[in-house]
């Protein structure tokens, strides 16, 4: 991501792939990320269900900072 690391995760009982995206601050007294996360969440939450967008699939936050869930894309690198 653009502002953050994506993770691939596992839900164990299913074993269904998901993309865990975590915001990456840019030293401890930069909030700036948290509020770049929330404006990201709220724009998917607005967005709908669309053939070309991954679904938002949870979202939760650990210390304060907001975690997306969403489905793996298996040849979803937008670098290639």
């Known amino acids: 991501g653009g502002f953050g690391s994506v993770y691939m ?3 164990e009982p ?3 792939k998901y993309a865990l ?3 990456i601050a840019l030293d401890d007294n ?3 990320f948290i509020k770049t996360a929330a404006w990201e969440i709220k724009v998917y939450a607005h967005l ?3 053939e070309n967008i991954v679904e938002l699939s949870f979202v ?3 210390s304060g900072v907001p975690l997306m869930l969403m489905p793996w ?3 979803g690198d937008l670098n290639t």
């Open 14 to 16: 299913s074993q269904s």
């Open 9 to 11: 995760v596992t839900h």
């Open 73 to 75: 894309a298996e040849l």
């Open 21 to 23: 995206k975590c915001p």
């Open 48 to 50: 709908g269900r669309h």
């Open 30 to 32: 930069d909030n700036k």
């Open 60 to 62: 939760d936050t650990d």
